[in-house]
């Protein structure tokens, strides 16, 4: 239980995490009052490579202190409560000198990358972080997730149809799904097997661009 965290020294520490500002992996909370907006953090870390929450910071990098243990029981309700398949966050309190102490919420990368979290009108989404922001991931980073994580041997197909669409998403790159349906001339349903597939393969990725996310050739596959 989080109630007896004992704080211990890791001011340097702590200020050097601060400095680094709010990143792809970590974030500020002032204070914690909301469980669903939490998970949609823990969701997107988890979803991403994982990220911590520094609670007691403010959003310019002040340090605030915790003011209420209870911050720290909003965070294990959001994980255990607001997030499928729940979560479980790693506490550490540090002390920041003058009887002020910042909690740490680690959250582990989930190797699935299918974490939802529940909104506030019932339903449940996946998030993924971009930089600073929890971006709801799209129903084809799910499925192509899904493949990947199920996947055990796959190898590019002789199709000649899916070979076209690399070639196509090499030239475009990036390229939107309803782009590379249309100027393939297949399906949708078509291309989201494809690009699942390809996803699988790791020869493709998704960016974000434009507020939304869009397929790319993955980074070490550019330029063959």
């Not at 499925?143 to 998403?169: C, G, M, N, P, R």
């Not at 990725?205 to 996310?213: A, C, G, K, P, Y």
Request: aromatic content about 8%.
């Amino acid at each position: 239980m989080t109630k007896n965290l004992r704080p211990i020294r890791g001011k340097y520490h702590l200020l050097e995490l601060i400095a680094q500002g709010e990143h792809e992996t970590q974030d500020f909370k002032y204070t914690v009052s909301d469980a669903s907006k939490i998970a949609r953090s823990i969701s997107a870390f988890a979803n991403n490579s994982g990220g911590r929450l520094l609670i007691g910071v403010k959003d310019n990098g002040s340090i605030a202190g915790v003011r209420n243990e209870e911050d720290i029981y909003v965070v294990e309700q959001a994980a255990l409560s607001y997030c499928y398949p729940p979560q479980q966050p790693h506490f550490t309190s540090i002390s920041a000198g003058n009887g002020l102490y910042v909690i740490i919420a680690e959250i582990s990368p989930c190797p699935t990358r299918q974490v939802k979290a529940k909104d506030t009108d019932g339903t449940w989404k996946a998030y993924f972080r971009i930089k600073d922001e929890n971006i709801p991931a799209t129903d084809l980073m799910l499925q192509a997730w899904k493949t990947k994580h199920s996947a055990k041997s796959l190898t590019l197909s002789t199709d000649i149809s899916e070979k076209s669409v690399l070639s196509y998403i090499d030239r475009q790159n990036p390229v939107s799904l309803d782009r590379i349906a249309l100027d393939n001339h297949i399906s949708t349903h078509k291309a989201t097997e494809i690009i699942c597939r390809l996803y699988a393969l790791e020869l493709i990725d998704f960016t974000f661009s434009h507020r939304s996310f869009l397929i790319t050739i993955a980074d070490e596959h550019t330029g063959e």
